[in-house]
């Protein structure tokens, strides 16, 4: 199986901080414990498979660059089938457990809705036959229903129903595959589910209809046997003007309104929150305090441009405050660290897919080992009681256990005269965080 990465003979290894191998793990050890679980347990890593062996480092300003040798095939379906071989190859020789698809990534389109379907079937067989020899698994499945023309006014909200249709036939097909593959989750990312401008838009209808589109989807996937979770992946803007699932505080609304919030989780990613104008830490945290953390998209986007960059995560706050966030909350159960990044256009070498993968599994390694080290040592989370501790006991609590009325506590707040200032110590805790960072 050394076909497509023959510059890779064995697996990437773990050498230590110490090694100048460029194509060595410095933080990332499969096996060392982090409490009561080893690294590859915590750090559930799934490769992109529509970065990493689809993308072409095409731009809105010229073609693809890359010049894959798995894309040199007769045929659509014999390509397919080359790339599921180079698929594994690299996950297998980077030491990944997981990888996720969308549908038309892994299996092209044919002519009608029936040669599709067999496409897609003859490549997830043969998918299921490669996880089977390589212990790679699947962590999520979608469906891409953003690419094809037909869904140029969306899909689940495009306001013909044959279009809702034909959408419905693929989120079928790809729930279908995605338990064939044993996927522990089924990914909705909002595609072209928003709007251009409001002059033809009726939003809520297109709203109900998206709703019930994520019903129908349940009740499928119970009847096919789907153990695992949905996930939603909020983004604010592209491909549409305004997306309808902006962040995660907005998916929260939507899935409380229509009822869904039982049999989904959201899926967050970095550059999709930086783009919604908040910090990746801020809608992790936003997740996860309503117990909605499913999985992550690990990527970074560009502070200086207003687009979704997908670059490899290399930034290691960010990759604190998620390890953190995760580590509070007991883990991920469905769902993991997915490396939805691309390669810059003008790294069009293979090798340069193994460095990308290499920096943002050791940004994450490093992230979860001084995570951990600042739970352990309640490095944030002592400061953080301690600050909010008067809701804890006395009048606070009593206020907290509406044991209190306004009347009451205009009372309390005379007899007790004006509170003192109280520093929010900003500035220490960041020193305290750095320190842990330092090292
Ligand atoms: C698009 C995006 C998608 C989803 C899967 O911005 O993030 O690739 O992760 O559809
Ligand atoms: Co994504």
Known sequence: MAKYFPEI?????????????????????????????????????????????????????????YDRP????????????????????????????????????????????????????????KAEKLQKETGVKLLWGTANLFSHPRYTNGAATNPDPRVFAQAASQVKRAIDATVQLGGTGYVFWGGREGYVSLINTNMKQELDQLAQMLHMAVDYAKRAGFKGKFFIEPKPKEPSTHQYDVDAGTVLGFLTKYDLLDDFALNIEANHATLAGHSFQHDLQVASDAGMLGSLDINRGDP???????????????????????????????????????????????????????????????????????????????????????????????????????????KMAIEQGEPPMLSGRQEELENILNSYIFG
């Open 9 to 65: 003979r064995g697996k990437i290894k773990y050498e230590g901080a110490d090694s100048k191998n460029p194509l060595a793990f410095k933080y990332y050890n499969p096996r060392k414990k982090v409490g009561r679980k080893t690294m590859e347990q915590h750090l559930k890593f799934a490769v992109a498979y529509w970065h990493t062996f689809k993308g072409t480092g095409a731009d809105p300003f010229g073609g693809g660059v």
């Open 304 to 410: 200086t441009l207003g687009w979704d960059t997908d670059q490899f995560p290399t930034d290691i706050y960010d990759a604190v405050w998620a390890m953190y966030i995760i580590q509070q909350q007991g883990g991920l159960k469905y769902g993991g660290l997915n490396f939805d990044a691309k390669v810059r256009r003008s790294s069009f070498d293979t090798v340069d897919l193994f460095h990308s993968h290499i920096g943002g599994m050791d940004t994450f390694a490093k992230g979860l080992l001084i995570a951990d080290k600042m739970i352990k040592d309640k490095a944030l989370s002592q400061p953080m009681a301690e600050r909010y501790a008067g809701f804890k006991r006395g009048m606070g609590k009593k206020i907290m256990k509406n044991e209190l009325t306004l009347t009451q506590l205009e």
């Open 70 to 125: 798995w894309d040199h095939a007769s045929s659509p379906m014999e390509q397919a089938e080359n790339t599921l071989d180079a698929a594994f190859e690299f996950i297998s020789k980077m030491g990944i457990k997981y990888y996720c698809f969308h549908d038309r990534d892994i299996a092209p389109e044919g002519a009608t809705i029936k040669e599709t379907n067999k496409n897609l079937k003859k490549i997830i067989n």
